[in-house]
């Protein structure tokens, strides 16, 4: 850490004033609160072209992780009930006498629960500031030199809060679409408020955002196209995107315009949006959801003036060990270049610099080895690198792939699930002691298989360390511990099991 | 190892013969015949004394994991649709307009189709053994002296075969209820079989088997009460399985019966059977199951002639190494003392045993730190020692508990939910580097959460490197990963939480 001149006896209003109270701010106050610094929390809500806007906690309990996981669980209930009941005997109701189920996922229902239990969060966070005496201000805020911001409440009312040190974790707003028309579609920040069924939707982008919520409308019962520029999922395993991209359109019916991007959006008579796209081809919609990527909100914080440099791409601000280019201001979260844009990675790594900004601890965040999950209608978790990486990293010949294709005991009921399958590989160094590179798996309760992963991964874990654990049976998870078919010995990936 | 007297030209029949093609034999038999070795696998089923019986495969596949893994996921299903789906807006058919969902799960289909794809394994096995080289007889063995055993199939026809080695795997059975009329008990052998729904139910025992067996039960609609003579879940972490209990009582509304067992059992003219429990009290029961415990299959094995010893308490044979005390006679799985009754514990001793019979491995099985999991309506894994056994084993002032108890996301919608939570907690040792000695988990998913956690435990895990890992959010399983409240500090484990 270089010297931010910051002394006990500074003379200004707080000793950190945190802008933005989403993940990475709150845990951040909290924590430098907790260790007797004096902090203060702005948050403040822009409303989105839509004109949505929400409560305190940032994008992960409002627009994010949140209602996200929620509308998820709600799709995977109801194909729950439509592909297994049947299967496992479970007759509903006055449907007994009939042949086959059917349900209707009630919007409104389902998106009033899950605002109003998002509501009491936001009276929770308020309330945990609160009790962890960090002065929470539902304000604006704009730098006006390195120690000073200016503050601007709903009402337009402004006032300067001074500082000696102030961290940045205003995180990141979705990108618009570009095209004519763009303003037409819709964003992550405005599908969860939707009043009525967005309906027959296009879901442009395909990253984790479009995917997720293609898979969660798809399974609640809409029509679902999702518009594919190049590839499913940049950055991940590529056979694993491809598997879920392959169950999303099997399994969930979601269709896929691949190679193409919308050039053209206009209104029409009935209401519904006309979408031309770059092919040339076009088709109506009742909502267009662009996940185009997201840009960080740095744009009107008053920076440049303090010298802090951003990505040009992104706007994400530049910086090591969450240090900007101006000493006594720093950054977490999103709003930071480089780093993963998750809910935890922004939490731990508040919490990591208010332990060395006020707690006297040298460590860093650690970037590596982070899990993720993608919520998809099969969801896909991994930590470590993919295989596509691991090679051009080491070299085909120096890296070995365990996989497994297998079909989870509580699928092998049911017809509708019998022609899908899980999936579960691991990436090592051909070389003894055949260090695990990555882990991945396609599969139910992905989040929860990785977690315990992720921490053996921080361990330096050997493909020896993975296979001598006993499984847990019947689990899928257990699949990834009694992994032995190596791709390289080309014999099938869905040989293995007991 | 002892020398145990085999070489290349012995002159048997065999290399190896397995007696039980369980779990454990099979895998140690297809092992043995990858490495070179002549193998038999012998597996005989005794009709249970209600005159059950089945296929290849052992307790696992056709009376154990797999059909309890399916009913468990039928009873979740089933739960799921009356408590969940109003929360989340799905309304299933002609129900849309009626108040409540209700069902009816029709254990004849459900029995039917997991009776099914049991049939369908015990298929695959066969195969799979052919595949493998494995010689498959479909006979009973007993010992006639430590190279020759006799043979027999179901038309009673009767052969000798001769081995160099034996492998005892024969598993276990459930102890009878031994009370006047305890032969109206079924038992775990009987219940998948039924044409029927067992009814009203009493369940006797509070260990595994019965709570699982009560728990789907209870969640696929039946009046369920359990009988406890004691404690529930003996050996496992006490607060956990407290837990467990509460939450079959109120969520799932199993009766609990404290401090008795039965001491009579009485046809009824109606059909029922009415149970007098040790305190004088009556009820009458549809059903009446007893899992009070297992006994190894051993009995008529002849084993005793060889000089091999067993456990008087249970007729498991003593050993270590699964070196019975005849040099040439081994054993695995349920058949062998002072070892976890699991499929995954059996199957990695079977095939460790036969790499070091016919592979030149040294490599022992290690019995340390099995995860396990109990599939009951909230299930509980752990990795690991009991807060209780810590405590025992290094003294209260040297264990540190770090507890959190929380609503999963995806319950947090329904009010039939709200008055349930999950529990996390790990014991570690006080002093530094605080080495984790158990990790105890009681939520949704508890073997896939556990798993991962299992192998980060072989490598020697410290509540640092736990807690340095970055979360997966939102899932139950980094709630482990955040454990932060020691339950020294006397603050609440509801207290934490983002
Ligand atoms: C649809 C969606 C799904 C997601 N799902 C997951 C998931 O499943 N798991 C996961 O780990 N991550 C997920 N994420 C990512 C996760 O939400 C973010 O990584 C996380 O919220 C970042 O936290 P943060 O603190 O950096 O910023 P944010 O949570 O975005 O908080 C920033 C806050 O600052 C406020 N603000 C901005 N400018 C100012 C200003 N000038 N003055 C005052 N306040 C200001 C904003 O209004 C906001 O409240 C998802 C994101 C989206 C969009
Ligand atoms: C209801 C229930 C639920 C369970 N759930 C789980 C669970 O979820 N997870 C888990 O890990 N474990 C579970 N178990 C335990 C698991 O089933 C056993 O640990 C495992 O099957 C043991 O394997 P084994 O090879 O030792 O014996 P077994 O699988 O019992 O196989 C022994 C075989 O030998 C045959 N045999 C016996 N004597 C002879 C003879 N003389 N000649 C020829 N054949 C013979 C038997 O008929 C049988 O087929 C459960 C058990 C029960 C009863
Ligand atoms: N489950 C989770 O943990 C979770 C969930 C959601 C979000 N997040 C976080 O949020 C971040 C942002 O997610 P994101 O999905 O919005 O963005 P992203 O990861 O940046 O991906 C953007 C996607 O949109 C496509 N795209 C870009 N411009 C386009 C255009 N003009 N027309 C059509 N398609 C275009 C990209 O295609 P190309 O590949 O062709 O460039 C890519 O598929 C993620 O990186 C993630 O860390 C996490
Ligand atoms: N999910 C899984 O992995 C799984 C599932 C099922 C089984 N298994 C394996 O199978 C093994 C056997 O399981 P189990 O449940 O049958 O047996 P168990 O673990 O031996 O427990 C026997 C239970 O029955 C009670 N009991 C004993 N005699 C009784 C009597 N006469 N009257 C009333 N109650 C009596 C015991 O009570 P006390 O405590 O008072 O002695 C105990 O609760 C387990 O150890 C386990 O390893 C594993």
Known sequence: MVDDGHKPDHGYDYDLVVIGGGS?????????????????????????????????????????????????????????????????????????????????????????NIQNYIRSLNFKYRVRLREKDVTYLNKLG????????????????????????????????????????????????????????????????????????AGFLAGIGLDVTVAVRSILLRGFDRECSDRVGKYMEDHSKVKFRRGVVPSKLQKQENGQIEVTFSDGSTDSYDTVLAAVGRTADTEKLGISSLGIKV?????????????????????????????????????????????????GSKEPMDYV????????????????????????KYGEDNVEVYHSEFLPLEWSLSNARSHSSAFAKIVCEKAEPQRVLGIHYVGPNAGEVMQGYGVSMRQGLTYKQLTETVGIHPTCSEEIVTLSITKSSGEDAAAGGC
């Open 24 to 112: 990475g701010g709150m845990a951040a106050a909290k924590e430098a609160a907790a260790l007797g610094a004096r902090v203060a929390c702005l948050d403040f809500v822009k409303p989105s072209p839509a004109g949505t806007t929400w409560g305190l906690g940032g994008t992960c309990v409002n627009v994010g992780c949140i209602p996200k996981k929620l509308f998820h669980a709600g799709s995977l209930l109801n194909e729950a009930i439509l592909q297994d009941s049947p299967a496992f005997g479970v007759q509903i109701a006055s449907e007994m006498h009939a042949n086959e189920v059917s349900t209707k996922v009630q919007w409104p229902v389902l998106r009033e």
């Open 369 to 392: 080895n982070v899990c993720t999950t993608v919520f998809t209608p099969i969801e896909y978790s991994c930590v470590g690198i993919s295989e596509d990486d691991a090679i051009s």
């Open 142 to 213: 704009t730098f006006k030199n390195a120690h000073t911001i200016e503050a601007v409440d709903k009402k337009g009312r402004s006032s300067t809060i001074t500082s000696s040190r102030f961290l940045i974790a205003t995180g990141g707003r979705p990108t618009p679409l570009s095209c004519p028309g763009g303003d037409l579609a819709i964003s992550s920040d405005d599908i969860f408020f939707m009043e009525q069924s967005p309906g027959k939707t296009l879901c442009v982008g395909a990253s984790y955002i479009s995917l997720e919520c």
């Open 311 to 359: 990505n040009s791409k992104n706007q994400r601000i530049l910086g090591k060990y969450e240090q900007t280019d101006c000493p006594n201001v720093y950054a977490v979260g999103d709003v930071l270049d480089d780093t993963p844009e998750l809910t935890p990675v922004a939490i731990q790594a508040g919490i990591k610099l208010a332990r060395r900004l006020f707690g």
